[in-house]
Nanobody, 118 residues
Framework: QVQLVESGGGLVQPGGSLRLSCAPS????????MGWYRQAPGKQREFVAS???????DYSDSVEGRFTITRDNRKNTAYLQMDDLQPEDTAVYFC????????????WGQGTQVTVSS
């Protein structure tokens, strides 16, 4: 069982930036895939970004060019740098991870609130 711990959410004005972090509690082998989903009130959870341990990143169309996901494999940590935040980015952001490429099981964090408002 992998427990993911997120940090870095908060309140920011439109056009501002935040950086989210996600890491597993305890010591485990390097996670193959780490990424972020988000869920706004009244909406379904949606994909935001992901990154493999090899550095291959993927983004949703709505955040590409504004958000950047990076990995520190030594720390087994993923970071989501969010720039030019807009009110429509307001949501609870959930970290998720897979241990191996072939795994169907995904592990989830508890979520961190990001609010973009003036």
């Amino acid at each position: 069982q992998v427990q993911l711990v997120e940090s870095g959410g908060g309140l920011v004005q439109p056009g501002g930036s935040l950086r989210l972090s996600c890491a597993p509690s305890g010591t485990i082998p390097t996670l193959y895939l780490m990424g972020w989903y988000r869920q706004a009130p009244g909406k379904q959870r949606e994909f935001v970004a992901s990154c493999t341990s090899g550095g291959t990143a993927d983004y949703s169309d709505s955040v590409e060019g504004r958000f950047t996901i990076t990995r520190d494999n030594r720390k087994n940590t993923a970071y989501l740098q969010m720039d030019d935040l807009q009110p429509e980015d307001t949501a609870v952001y959930f970290c998720n991870a897979k241990i191996h490429k072939s795994d169907s099981t995904r592990y989830w964090g508890q979520g961190t609130q990001v609010t973009v408002s003036s």
